[in-house]
């Protein structure tokens, strides 16, 4: 059973930092696109960053290049999102996903076939 587990999640003041796990488990996920979504109260989810797992390719939304940034620890089987700098509009929850494309733009578009419960991030202005 894959199972995405979010952590790291929290409260912290407009130019802080976090980092967010998610740990993966029941399968190898060396051929995945991983990604991080979020989405912020009254909104609809959006993309944050992905990486392909095997390779290390890396893309970001806009709001977030230079700020964020997605990677992966192939020994602990965890995705992290080392988030700098954040802004009170960062505020949403974040959610892990896994889809077994390696194409970044086709897993996006098929919704990313596993999801994680979430994390949520508070930022203070």
């Known amino acids: 059973q894959v199972q995405l587990v979010e952590s790291g999640g929290g409260l912290v003041q407009a130019g802080g930092s976090l980092r967010l796990s998610c740990t993966t488990s029941?399968?190898?996920?060396?051929?995945?696109?991983m990604g991080w979504f979020r989405q912020a109260p009254g909104k609809e989810r959006e993309f944050v960053a992905t990486?392909?797992?095997?390779?290390?390719?890396?893309y970001y939304a806009d709001s977030v290049k230079g700020r964020f940034t997605i990677s992966r620890d192939n020994a602990k089987n965890t995705v992290y999102l080392q988030m700098n700098s954040l802004k009170p509009e960062d505020t949403a929850v974040y959610y892990c996903a896994a889809d077994p494309n390696p194409s970044t733009l086709t897993a996006v578009q098929n919704g990313m076939r596993y999801w994680g419960k979430g994390t949520l991030v508070t930022v203070s202005s």
């Open positions: 990486i392909r797992w095997s390779l290390g390719y890396t």
């Open positions: 029941g399968r190898t996920f060396s051929s995945y696109t």
